[in-house]
């Protein structure tokens, strides 16, 4: 039997190893791959300040941090001729290697802007929700909207629950995470819903190269086949040692291998100061049966901050070429 005054020394031992423990579970485990040395890659993320990079060679070779306007940052992409295109939530804009706006467009009074992408050099493609919820095409070099395509939306005055990513097909077609609507929908360039499959909490949705599409939200990443049936998942119980609890975009590799983020919410009273220690890795690629081979914790030394969007560099694919519809 023991002591009062054995049990009385014993609890503050106790009480460090609880603590430990704890620590420990909180702890990111090691992190396999080449940490910045993996990819060359551009990376954004939704923070509080609107900050892109291009990683290459395993360093930060170029950044953008961008002051003059509010929001977050939800979509980047870079074409072939280094200019990159850019959402922050409030409009959206394209800028040079050289840090000059080339053009610019400001989300109207109530409405946002989550999403943008080329067509060819002179094209942006992006949808602006809000009370009047939208397809628009741009002609940059014109400085003018060439195209505007009303779409539905489940809640008018819900503007920033709306919808989040949206990528054009090999089809010339446009495929729109609509939160609200709690649906993946895919739309021609006139405004006509060829297809739809419904998912609660979707975030993005990518038309795979076999036909499939890739449908990421908070409950992770599942592959549908043209029968919508899945026939690939990953879930926040798959990375559990990777704390990841909140996915957003998800792509496929050419070898076969899932590329995700992690985004950590920045804009809450328990994100503001995010701890590097126990942060989550902010990428992680991983094998189909499910074998993190990468996982990025850049939190520090440098600080890439959130991971919401990031564009492999080191692929031949160009980013500017897709088309919508007649729209080249």
């Not at 089809?171 to 739809?196: C, H, I, P």
Request: hydrophobic share 40%; with cysteine.
């Amino acid at each position: 039997m023991t002591s009062t005054s054995t049990l009385a020394k014993l609890l503050p031992f106790a009480a460090f190893m609880l603590t430990a423990a704890c620590h420990a579970a909180d702890t990111p485990p090691a992190m396999p791959g080449k940490g910045l040395a993996q990819h060359d890659f551009l990376y954004a993320g939704e923070a509080r300040t609107r900050d892109v990079y291009i990683v290459r060679g395993g360093k930060v070779d170029w950044d953008f941090h961008d002051t003059s306007v509010d929001g977050e940052i939800s979509d980047a992409l870079m074409a072939s001729n280094g200019n990159i295109v850019m959402t922050h939530q409030h409009g959206v804009k394209v800028v040079d290697q050289n840090r000059k706006t080339l053009w610019a467009y400001t989300a109207e009074e109530k409405h946002e802007i989550h999403t943008a992408q080329f067509i060819g050099n002179d094209r942006v493609i992006f949808i602006q929700s809000g009370t009047r919820p939208r397809i628009m095409v741009a002609n940059i070099k014109a400085n003018k909207i060439e195209r505007e395509i009303a779409i539905p939306a489940g809640n008018l005055n819900n503007t920033h629950g709306q919808l989040r990513h949206a990528r054009l097909t090999s089809n010339g077609t446009y495929l729109v995470a609509q939160m609200d609507m709690k649906r993946a929908v895919e739309f021609d360039s006139n405004g006509k819903e060829v297809w739809s499959l419904p998912f609660p909490g979707i975030w993005s949705a990518k038309r795979l190269d076999n036909g499939n599409t890739l449908i990421t939200g908070k409950t992770g990443v599942f592959e549908y086949n043209s029968k919508a049936e899945v026939v690939w998942s990953l879930t926040p119980e798959d990375l559990a040692a990777y704390q990841y609890t909140s996915f957003q975009i998800a792509q496929r590799l050419p070898n076969g291998n899932t590329l995700l983020n992690h985004w950590v919410n920045q804009w809450s009273a328990a994100g503001a100061n995010i701890d590097p220690a126990t942060a989550p890795a902010q990428l992680l690629e991983v094998t189909p049966d499910k074998k993190v081979v990468w996982a990025l914790h850049q939190w520090k030394d440098p600080n890439l901050g959130p991971s919401t969007t990031v564009q492999l560099l080191d692929r031949a694919e160009k980013a500017e070429q897709v088309y919508f519809g007649d729209i080249r």
